[in-house]
């Protein structure tokens, strides 16, 4: 089981990015919050949590304990993947996410794309007593590289967005504020979708 990974990435986007450990590219499986915390060509260290299957295997990368610890506690719950469980990150900051969950904030967890009301409910039912506030910022930081427009149809279209409706929304976002950022964009989005 691998525990951390440590090399230079290769390659970043919203949805995942490559590092490169000896020669070895490795694909992280990442939400908006890690990506906030890394640049291309860094040296950089991700917490990791591998998942394998019969047809698959995956690997998905955090750059904090607690939101690694957080992602472990949503996939506990009965009907949350992984995939889902990065959406709730990528939608909402860990401490955001976790103070919805301890304050029972079930339509919050309900914006979130994939959870439904019984979802809400089952996630605040099953974690409420487990999960807590920690010390990150939750800030989103912009990340130099492609156009804002290209950056955010790109990780919303690896989210398992279709790609017209995606355009729309983000098309309509840019022209509504122009100056946001790659995570604004995203964030905003998925409330929309």
Known sequence: MFEYIRGQITRLSPAHCVIDVG??????????????????????????????????????????????????????????GANTARMMLS???????????????????????????????????????KVKIGEESGEIFAHQGNTTNEEALSALMMLGFPKKPVEKVVGQLLKNDPGLTVEDIIKQALKKL
């Open 23 to 80: 020669g070895v590219g490795y694909m992280l499986n990442i939400s908006l919050s890690t990506y906030s915390d890394l640049k291309l060509s860094e040296e950089k260290e991700l917490l990791v949590h591998a998942i394998y299957r019969e047809d698959n295997q995956q690997l998905f990368g955090f750059s904090s304990e607690d939101e690694r610890t957080l992602f472990r506690q949503l996939i506990s719950v009965s009907g949350v």
């Open 91 to 129: 939608s909402m900051p860990p401490n955001q996410l976790i103070s919805a969950i301890v304050n029972e904030e079930v339509a919050a967890l309900k914006s979130i794309k994939g959870i439904g009301q019984r979802s809400a409910e089952r996630i605040v039912v099953d974690l409420k007593d």
